[in-house]
């Protein structure tokens, strides 16, 4: 009945939905932010611990959502850990681009590893009502860096 | 005269459409009705051949317009079994309706120190409206009486919060469109009325699914939305006795709404024009009279007999799936079922049933408190029903969601 729902629902996102990576509290964080989509009631939020040399040396999260967005946001703490505030801004640029068309033409070599990893919630853009579970957690990772307590994915 | 279900779906063309390659199954009732092709075809033939501006030109058009849009005033008023077709008000909605009275009744005609009396299970336009009266700083109070677990009204708690005599107004949900839950609400009236207060029943989801009379309900003001009962979205009836309508102020001024107006003076008109100021939704009228018309056809005895077999027929197919909670098990209930899965989020199951060609809603239904109340925070799916309902549909509704749960396992 839902086969052809496996290009949306791919095992990766079952995984991380089901067993979200980092999901605990970062007590030292040096940046948070709370992303909140009112129109489902999905809230979670963000933890950045920055290293010595300015890049993200720890991420992690805590909140509710459904698959995808719970997915999105563990994937999300896993690619930007090492990167520089820079990096992690791009990155999310490039997301959001992928969630919302499937596809990043303007998306250039240097973060095609990380994006690699991601790819698999681009299924999400033939679903215009699940666009917004996806980038959350990206919204508001683009808060915490901004110094913004919070971001809304309306 | 049996109602036969697969005649009147033929009345409903949206129905026989696919969606993703699976015939629709429409579960989202409660949101908004379907509509039949005699609401579709009297709204398209008053468009077509009797429309202009109402009360307002002596011309043949205008005359034919106002007789249309009073007598659907009048088919409203038998529907719902009025003493007088002036005690209906055309509004937008339920929303609109509601708020009318927070503003007109609730800052005109209640006093300082007087409370409103709510509960735990209002929609949000039976709960926000109230919330901006009291802070207001007019020293009006809001009281909220419980929900027992079951999904029922506290009626101790509705009766302690009475008590002191306090209460102007009791403010509370016919039927509840997330748990179902019919509230009892002749009792609820006799025991305003001991207390001293007027009563308003919010009947957007109860008109739909029952045979609602004012003259033997004795309420005060009694709401509902024209597009929840297979009429067209943007009219909405506030039923008021004329007694209150008297003592009301106007809500919203203009034209349409007076009697005599010079530039330093203005005399409102009568009720219930005193209400409906600016050009009221003529076309939606008639719609919502070749509704109210289609209902009484099959017959509200019909339609609800017909909705308490699919009720029960969905308790037993609900109760039956594994990791499902339901939200509310009242005894008298409607049908509206909200309802976690265990393994699987509300919006991840809708998309999945989306794909099954099945029409849920998933979210907390404009009754977050509610959800917070059971501990459902991330909200439910709702699956609610109208006349055109199937057994048959809920079979597959049921079946989908083993799937379904399957799929996230
Ligand atoms: C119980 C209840 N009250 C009020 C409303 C509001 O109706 P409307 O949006 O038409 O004003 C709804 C429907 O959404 C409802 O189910």
Same mark, same amino acid.
């Given at each position: ?25 970062? %007590? ?16 979670? %939020? ?15 999260? =805590? ?23 820079? =990096? ?5 640029? =490039? ?23 991601? =790819? ?33 994915? %309306? | ?20 390659? !699976? ?8 949101? @908004? ?77 209640? !006093? ?48 302690? !919060? ?35 207060? !007027? ?96 209902? @009484? ?113």
């Amino acid at each position: 009945m839902f086969d052809d729902l496996r290009d949306l629902y791919q095992e990766v996102i079952l995984d991380h939905g089901r067993k979200p990576r980092n999901f605990r509290r970062l %007590e030292d964080a040096d940046r948070t932010a709370r992303g909140d989509n009112p129109m489902c009631g999905d809230r979670l %939020e963000l933890f950045v611990k920055l290293g010595p040399d300015g890049a993200i040396a720890d991420a992690a999260f =805590q909140g509710r959502g459904c698959a995808i967005s719970t997915a999105s946001a563990s994937l999300l703490t896993e690619t930007v850990k090492g990167k520089t505030l820079e =990096q992690a801004h791009a990155l999310s640029d =490039q997301f959001r681009a992928l969630a919302m068309t499937g596809t990043c033409p303007d998306c250039g070599e240097a973060l095609s590893e990380e994006m690699e990893r991601l =790819q698999p919630l681009s299924g999400v853009h033939e679903f215009p009502s699940r666009v917004k579970c996806a980038t959350l957690a990206w919204h508001t990772l683009n808060a915490a860096l901004d110094g913004a307590k919070e971001a809304s994915s %309306e | 005269m049996s109602f036969d279900v697969e005649r009147a779906r033929r009345d409903f063309p949206i129905l026989s459409q696919t969606v993703r390659g !699976k015939p629709l199954v429409f579960l989202d009732s409660g949101a @908004s009705a379907q509509k039949p092709r005699a609401v579709i075809d009297a709204m398209v033939r008053c468009m077509e051949e009797r429309y202009a501006n109402v009360h307002r030109g002596a011309y043949f058009l205008s005359e034919a317009a106002t007789e249309a849009y009073e007598a659907a005033r009048g088919a409203v008023a038998r529907f719902i079994n009025a003493a007088d077709p002036r005690e209906v008000i055309f509004t937008s909605n339920s929303t609109m309706a509601i708020n009318l009275v927070a503003h007109s009744w609730g800052r005109g005609v209640l !006093k300082p120190g007087q409370a409103v009396l709510i509960s735990e299970m209002e929609h949000h336009a039976n709960l926000v409206p109230w919330q901006m009266l009291r802070d207001e700083g007019r020293g009006i109070e809001l009281r909220i009486a419980r929900v027992t677990d079951a999904g029922e009204l506290d009626m101790d708690d509705v009766a302690a !919060k009475l008590a002191d005599g306090k209460v102007g107004l009791v403010a509370i949900t016919h039927m509840s469109n997330v748990l179902g839950t019919v509230t009892p609400a002749e009792r609820l009236v006799r025991m305003a009325h001991e207390a001293g207060a !007027k009563i308003l029943f919010d009947g957007s989801q109860a008109a739909v699914h029952r045979r609602v009379d004012m003259q033997a309900l004795g309420a005060d003001f009694y709401v509902f939305t024209g597009h929840k009962l297979y009429g067209p979205t943007g009219i909405g009836v506030l039923w008021a006795r004329l007694e209150h309508q008297e003592r009301m102020p106007p809500f919203l001024g203009g034209g349409d709404m007076i009697s005599m107006v010079t530039l330093d003076r203005v005399e409102f008109a009568p009720p219930p024009a005193k209400f409906e100021a600016g050009t009221p939704p003529i076309v939606e009228a008639v719609g919502l009279h070749a509704a109210v018309a289609y209902v @009484s056809a099959i017959g509200m005895a019909a339609v609800e007999a017909h909705e308490r077999a699919l009720v029960d027929h969905a308790m037993r197919r609900l109760s039956d799936i594994e990791g499902l909670g339901l939200l509310g098990r009242a005894q008298d209930r409607g049908g509206v079922f909200a309802f976690s899965l265990d393994n699987a989020h509300p919006h991840d199951l809708a998309t999945l049933l989306d794909r099954a060609g099945i029409a849920v809603r998933a979210g907390r239904h404009c009754a977050e408190p509610l959800h917070a109340r059971f501990g459902v925070e991330g909200g439910t799916v709702r699956a609610s029903f109208g006349l055109y309902t199937t057994e048959g549909e809920i079979d597959y509704l049921a079946e989908a969601l083993t799937k379904a749960r399957e799929f996230f396992a």
